[in-house]
Nanobody, 114 residues
């Protein structure tokens, strides 16, 4: 059983929006920080949004003001609302926990066309 499963990816035109979900099949404490990462073709995986263990959020400059990370503890699900998408946002998006055990999802593809 995969601990984290991402969904919500797809193809969208520049300027559009998508909302990614990361559903956990295992218990994850509400005080466990979580993050969204992405990996574009030929590039390293990068951390773009963090929901810290104290509930605060941190964003990479590349997505600040456009992406919003949130969490529904009752549904054990992490979200990433992505607005004003750009072609450079094209990547595979992953979610991960930031506390032991460190779980990763398998990723969901986001493709933004001009």
């Amino acid at each position: 059983q995969v601990p984290l499963v991402e969904s919500g990816g797809g193809s969208v035109q520049a300027g559009g929006s998508l909302k990614l979900s990361c559903a956990a099949s295992v218990y994850i404490s509400s005080t466990c920080g979580m993050g969204w990462y992405r990996q574009a073709p030929g590039k390293e995986r990068e951390l773009i949004a963090i929901l810290n263990d104290d509930g605060t959020t941190t964003y990479d400059d590349s997505v600040k003001g456009r992406f919003t990370i949130s969490r529904d503890n009752a549904k054990n699900t992490l979200y990433l609302q992505m607005d004003s998408l750009k072609t450079e946002d094209t990547a595979i998006y992953y979610c991960a926990t930031h506390c032991p055990p460190h779980y990763w999802g398998q990723g969901t593809q986001v493709t933004v066309s001009s």
